[in-house]
């Protein structure tokens, strides 16, 4: 398209154009997402998506289905609008307190909420990763000393990591500790730190 993303800086955006005349917009991801773009384009032509998938592959990059996504997101620990975060998330519960919230911006809905929490208190539950010898599934409560301490909200089979999934787990159970998946699982689920790592 005769653009140049190693340019760009993270979520740069550019306007671009192909031969064909079809219009692109091409995103740099962030750095938490590894390196990549997002290329958004108008309805074109069929051959356009065999285009691209082609030019991907000669730039060493690979073509992937959604469920590979959603496995090296769960992997990196992204939570997504959706299954992991809601309106009944604080912004400090999902993890993103480093990319996501500016202290210093300015006024912005929510504002105080986010500053009582950073200078006065600490949210309750946190997204965790957890790793389980037995597949996990979204909606699966944890519980730890006779009570419900948790809930995943994502889950996937990583062919690195086995099965993993993200969730909120009270911030009293810290990384380390093993909560159960009662009553369907007989194995422990082990809390772990995210992104996840051998």
């Known amino acids: 398209a005769g653009a140049d993303p190693a340019s760009m800086p993270a979520q740069g955006v550019r306007p671009t154009r192909f031969p064909d005349g079809v219009e692109a917009v091409l995103v740099r991801l962030e750095a938490i997402y590894g390196p990549g773009f997002n290329l958004y384009v108008e309805e074109g032509p069929v051959n356009l998506l065999f285009q691209l998938s082609a030019a991907v592959v000669e730039a060493g990059g690979a073509v992937v289905c959604e469920e590979a996504w ?3 997101r769960i992997e990196r620990g992204l939570p997504v609008y959706g299954p992991d975060i809601s309106l009944d998330n604080l912004p400090q519960e999902t993890g993103q307190e480093g990319r996501a919230i500016s202290l210093t911006k300015g006024c912005y809905t929510g504002q105080e909420v986010v500053a009582r929490i950073h200078y006065r208190g600490h949210v309750n539950r946190l997204l965790r990763g957890l790793r ?3 597949p996990l599934r979204q909606g699966l ?5 006779g009570r419900i301490v948790g809930r995943v909200t994502s889950a996937a089979a990583s062919p ?4 993993i999934a993200l969730g909120y787990v009270r911030r009293e159970i810290e990384p380390g500790a093993e909560v159960a998946g009662s009553p369907e699982l007989q194995s422990p689920i ?3 730190e995210l992104p996840f790592s051998p």
Request: avoid cysteine.
């Open 132 to 134: 389980s010898d037995e």
């Open 190 to 192: 082990r809390v772990v």
């Open 141 to 145: 409560e944890l519980a730890a000393g």
């Open 70 to 72: 959603e496995v090296l």
């Open 160 to 163: 690195t990591f086995g099965h």
